[in-house]
Structure formats: structure tokens, C-alpha cells
């Protein structure tokens, strides 16, 4: 029933800014945990920024000063804005989400199913 579902990649040039959303539907009772991560043809998968209430924030080393992740609750939304892109943030950008749903007791890792961001002249 629960559901993540990502949008806002698409082609930019280098310098350019993105913001991404990853917006969760259903019934959920309250959501712990959001995360963005990425994946490029060939490489693994590399976090890219997690936030865990309001304060406990972590951003991957290549994205420190150029990307912001935030989220609201409301909308049970998360949101990464991408600023100073660079060639090599091209990937498929996934959404992660750690979650109880109302029909569950424990919390529960729900993954979207990527947006492409491809920086480019």
C-alpha cells in the first residue's frame, strides 16, 4: 500500500540546479527516517544526504556545500535541492524512507524507484 514515487530529475547544465521530490502515499503513522542516494552506470550506490528529525542531518562528502535536503511532514515529502551541478552527479537519484505504516507495529525501509538527473552541456 505504501508507496514512494520520486520526480524532478532531468537534464541541466553544469552549474545548473535541481530540486527533487519523493513524495510517500498511504497510511503511515509516522516516518523516522528520510535518504537520497544515487547510482551512476558501473559504480555502487553512494549516499547522497539523510535526515532524521530536524536536526540530524548527513550529507555524502561529494554533495557537502552544494545540496540541501529537507522535508515535510504535512505533505510527507522529502525534498533535495541540487545546486552548482556537476557532471558527475549524473545518476539515477533514488528516495529512501524508514516508516511504520498504520497497518504495521514496527518500522519499515521503502524504497523509490529512481528519477534520472543527467548533468550535461
Known amino acids: 500500500q505504501v508507496q514512494l514515487v520520486e520526480s524532478g530529475g532531468g537534464l541541466v547544465q553544469p552549474g545548473g540546479s535541481l530540486r527533487l521530490s519523493c513524495a510517500a502515499s498511504g497510511s503511515i503513522w509516522s516516518i523516522t527516517a528520510w535518504g537520497w542516494y544515487r547510482q551512476a552506470p558501473g559504480k555502487e550506490r553512494e549516499l547522497v544526504a539523510t535526515?532524521?528529525?530536524?536536526?540530524?542531518?548527513n550529507y555524502g562528502d561529494s554533495v557537502k556545500g552544494r545540496f540541501t535536503i529537507s522535508r515535510d511532514d504535512a505533505e510527507k515529502t522529502v525534498y533535495l535541492q541540487m545546486n552548482s551541478l556537476k557532471p558527475e552527479d549524473t545518476a539515477v537519484y533514488y528516495c529512501?524512507?524508514?516508516?511504520?505504516?498504520?497497518?504495521?507495529?514496527?518500522?519499515?525501509?521503502?524504497w523509490g524507484r529512481g528519477t534520472q538527473v543527467t548533468v550535461s552541456s
Open positions: 535526515i532524521r528529525g530536524s536536526d540530524t542531518i
Open positions: 529512501k524512507s524508514d516508516l511504520t505504516p498504520r497497518t504495521g507495529w514496527h518500522p519499515t525501509t521503502y
